[in-house]
């Protein structure tokens, strides 16, 4: 447990805050995505886009796609949200390879935070779509009985968000460690192309998976509704008759 590559150990301290490798790692990647994003969106064209752009474009494509099947009516509100979870994880699941730099998401407490911020999105985007009148009786449905349930479902999925993801992470940077204790710089490369592999796998589940939270408790309380709203149409149907 000595081993500096296996513990979270502060870098230096802001006052009482001590400011650890996670949280230096982790300033790192969002200015590399800011910077980034600024360098393609200061240049765009519509009428001849470049190599850069069009993959840009191709990626945020196949996000769109994504969010526009879980929740097709609320698909821009919630947009920005997944892709910038998808898009961070992916770099930050991916910068483990790069020597002397650990990924952020081996840190229980990056992905706790990153859990946390899943779960208020959730209650966030649920309030603001459905007033919180409608919101909160979904707690109650079908049974008011239910509600001690569904509050422990809450938190035990919040955890499982965030120990998924840490576990996952931190067994991955233990097996890339130990080989290359082993084998040293002569460690098969279909190896780190598992570990690449398996990154892009667990940034895409934790995506989501917070995509299928936030959209089911957007339309939690519409898909109760609809069957209520086409009974009266079905009677008229049944009265022509």
Known sequence: MDNPEIMILPLFQLGPIDISVTVVTTWGIMAIICLFSWLVSRRLSVDNPGMLQSAVEGIILVIEEAVADAAPQHARQIMP?????????????????????????????ATAALAILVFLST????????????????????????????????????????????????????????????????????????????????????????????????????????PEQSSPSEGQGDTDD
């Open 81 to 109: 949200l997944i892709a910038s979870l998808w898009i961070f994880l992916v770099i930050a699941n991916l910068c483990g390879l790069i020597p002397g730099v650990n990924s952020p998401t081996r840190d229980l407490s």
């Open 123 to 226: 209650h966030w985007f649920g309030i603001r779509i459905q007033g919180i009148r409608n919101y909160l009786r979904r707690y109650l449905s079908p049974s008011p009985i239910l509600l001690p349930f569904h509050l422990i479902s809450e938190v035990t999925r919040t955890v499982a968000l965030a120990v998924r993801l840490f576990g996952n992470i931190m067994s991955l940077e233990m097996a890339a460690l130990l080989i290359l204790l082993v084998a040293g710089f002569l460690a098969p490369v279909p190896i780190l192309m598992l570990h690449i592999i398996e990154a892009l796998v667990q940034a895409y589940i934790f995506g989501m998976l917070a995509l299928i939270y936030v959209a089911g408790g957007i339309q939690s309380q519409q898909s109760r509704q609809q």
